[in-house]
């Protein structure tokens, strides 16, 4: 079983940055397909970007904003964040993926965007 922890989230200014964590236990982030995902009050939770060993991919909604990295011996996955709008306020996920029959999700991380 893979355990996944987010962390990093907070309340920032519209034009802020903030830096997502996602820690994974009992599985490697080099093997997983990692993603975030974000979620808004009334909304479906949406894909922000996704890691892999074949592919970076990000919504078209943060493309020059966001980035996802990883650090194999941290064993953790980032999502820089910057120039934050109020519609990134979301509640934000760390998603840990193989193949079909294993998905790994965290409780997430709070993500406030104001003024």
């Known amino acids: 079983q893979v355990q996944l922890m987010e962390s990093g989230g907070g309340l920032v200014q519209p034009g802020g940055s903030l830096t997502l964590s996602c820690a994974a236990v009992?599985?490697?982030?080099?093997?997983?397909?990692m993603n975030w995902y974000r979620q808004a009050p009334g909304k479906q939770r949406e894909l922000v970007a996704t890691?892999?060993?074949?592919?970076?991919y990000y919504a078209d909604s943060v493309k020059g904003r966001f980035t996802i990295s990883k650090v194999a011996i941290e064993n953790t996955v980032y999502l820089q964040m910057t120039n934050l709008m109020l519609d990134d306020t979301a509640r934000y996920y760390c998603?840990?993926?193989?193949?079909?029959?294993?998905?790994?999700w965290g409780p997430g991380t709070q993500v406030t965007v104001s003024s």
């Open positions: 890691l892999s060993r074949a592919n970076i």
């Open positions: 998603n840990g993926r193989l193949g079909t029959d294993y998905n790994f």
């Open positions: 009992g599985g490697s982030v080099n093997v997983l397909e």
